[in-house]
């Protein structure tokens, strides 16, 4: 099937500052990808989707300011978490189309 | 919205029995899958399966689209079966995000 890279897997930081992570289709072009969140024994909830060329859609109550998503091209997507605070320490992990639905393998963020 | 349940929500088996795992959903979906949560968060994909019976090994996978509902069927379970396991739907109008289900948390026990 096709794969999905995302790094780093892990991040720890400090808070107040900011966190980027990369999402790569690496064997298909994706017009479109997509940032998921879970916390600790809870399910994966969208919390937007990633544009390749346009603004990206965010979910309800999801801040747009707060995690800014670029799409610069047909195989990358990045979310930054900006102006982190120990509630934004969750598990992120982001996705692409190729008929079926492919993810990566996800960052744990913990902010300190 | 379209919604999406997991029954049961908990699981627990000895080694070498078998296993039932349904996903109901409230709409038409053109995208189905089931995941398999591994302890370190890496979701790996055991069927796509809009419609129709699907087979891999000890697992396998029915959808009746018409009744809106999923099963995933675990044989001779092993330990490292153990996790969770997602069911996850995209619909027709939606722009191919899936939403996913609570899970079911499965644990074999040797």
């Known amino acids: 099937g096709a794969v999905v890279s995302q790094h780093p897997s892990r991040v720890i930081c400090k808070s107040g500052t900011s966190v980027k992570i990369e999402c790569r289709s690496l064997?298909?072009?994706?017009?479109?990808m997509f940032w998921y969140r879970q916390f600790p024994k809870q399910s994966l909830m969208l919390m937007a989707t990633?544009?390749?060329?346009?603004?990206?859609?965010?979910e309800q109550g999801v801040e747009k300011d707060k995690f800014l998503i670029n799409h610069a091209s047909l195989t990358l997507s990045t979310l930054t978490v900006t102006s982190a605070h120990p509630e934004d320490s969750s598990f992120y992990i982001c996705?692409?189309?190729?008929?079926?639905?492919?993810f990566g393998q996800g960052t744990r963020l913990t902010v300190v | 919205g379209i919604q999406v349940e997991q029954s049961p929500p908990d699981l627990i088996l000895q080694e070498g029995a078998n296993s039932t795992l349904r996903c109901n959903f409230s709409?038409?979906?053109?995208?189905l899958q089931w995941f398999h949560q591994n302890p370190w968060g890496q979701l790996i994909n055991l069927f796509y399966?809009?419609?129709g019976t699907k087979q891999n090994g000890r697992l396998s996978a029915t959808t009746v689209a018409t009744e809106r509902y999923s099963l995933l069927y675990i044989s001779s379970s092993q330990t490292t079966d153990s996790g969770v396991y997602f069911c996850?739907?995209?619909?027709?109008?939606?722009?191919?995000?899936?939403?996913f289900g609570a899970g079911t948390r499965l644990t074999v026990k040797p």
């Open positions: 996705s692409a189309v190729d008929l079926a639905a492919f």
């Open positions: 064997d298909f072009q994706a017009t479109t």
């Open positions: 990633s544009n390749e060329g346009s603004k990206a859609t965010y």
């Open positions: 709409d038409s979906v053109n995208n």
């Open positions: 399966i809009p419609s």
């Open positions: 996850a739907v995209a619909w027709h109008d939606n722009n191919n995000d899936m939403r």
